[in-house]
């Protein structure tokens, strides 16, 4: 079974500071994976997608994230945070079997202080 | 703006009583899939439905069910609501071929008393 480790509750970050946001996976098939952003009292937005091909995956907002295979790791990074990025941070898996059946993570509260 | 709407975006019933919750896809999207949010942790995958039919299901018990119109709007029933019931329901949508690209809704809040 797919299952998604989100290894940072919470992470609290100066403006303008880098961040990194912390996935781990465990799967036994080739995967999809996700990062979804979630703002207080809001639905789910995609951040960005790893599907197949280059391993360094550029999303909206100036988010990027690795897939690294061998560690089974997908973190998100940001070189320089806003006070509008404090949020709720979702990575997720999919096994491609079943378009929109997504595993989660527990999530990560990213607070980006002045 | 995701396109895909859901209401009511909150409400509350009690303990034994039966909800209805509504989504409407975006134009297009043949697949639509619910999760349950419960406070602090992250959405829990309940079914999914392409082209009205049951094609997915989670570790929910049956008196969660489901429907998918040919209109690709579709609703999540909950029977015999318990207290743990109390969670954001998310729906989301979906078209194949589309490199699983997923919109959500933003939600309907349900609070069971």
């Known amino acids: 079974a797919q299952s998604v480790t989100q290894l940072d509750s919470q992470v609290p970050v100066f403006e303008e500071a880098p961040v990194e946001l912390r996935c781990n996976y465990s799967?036994?098939?080739?995967?999809?994976l996700f990062w979804y952003v979630q703002y207080p009292n809001q639905g789910l937005q995609l951040l960005l997608k790893?599907?197949?091909?280059?391993?360094l995956v550029k999303g909206i907002n100036g988010f990027e994230a690795e897939f690294n295979k061998s560690q089974t790791s997908f973190h998100l990074r940001k070189p320089s945070v806003h006070i509008s990025d404090t949020a709720e941070y979702f990575c997720a898996v999919s096994d491609g079997g079943s378009q929109g059946n997504l595993i989660f993570g527990k999530g990560t509260k990213l607070s980006v202080k002045p | 703006e995701t396109g895909v709407t859901q209401s009511p975006t909150h409400l509350i019933k009690t303990r034994g009583q039966q909800v209805t919750l509504r989504c409407s896809s975006q134009?297009?999207?043949?697949?639509v899939s619910w999760y349950q949010q419960a406070l602090g942790q992250g959405p829990q995958f309940i079914f999914q439905?392409?082209?009205?039919?049951?094609?997915g299901r989670g570790n929910f018990p049956p008196r969660f069910s489901g429907l998918q119109f040919p209109n690709y709007s579709s609703e999540l029933n909950v029977n015999a609501l318990e207290l743990d019931d109390s969670a954001l329901y998310l729906c989301?949508?979906?078209?194949?071929?589309?490199?699983?690209?997923?919109?959500f809704g933003e939600g309907s809040w349900l609070t069971v008393v």
């Open positions: 799967s036994s098939v080739s995967v999809y």
């Open positions: 134009s297009g999207h043949n697949t």
């Open positions: 989301a949508s979906s078209k194949t071929g589309t490199g699983h690209t997923i919109y």
């Open positions: 439905y392409y082209r009205e039919e049951e094609n």
């Open positions: 790893y599907l197949s091909g280059s391993t």
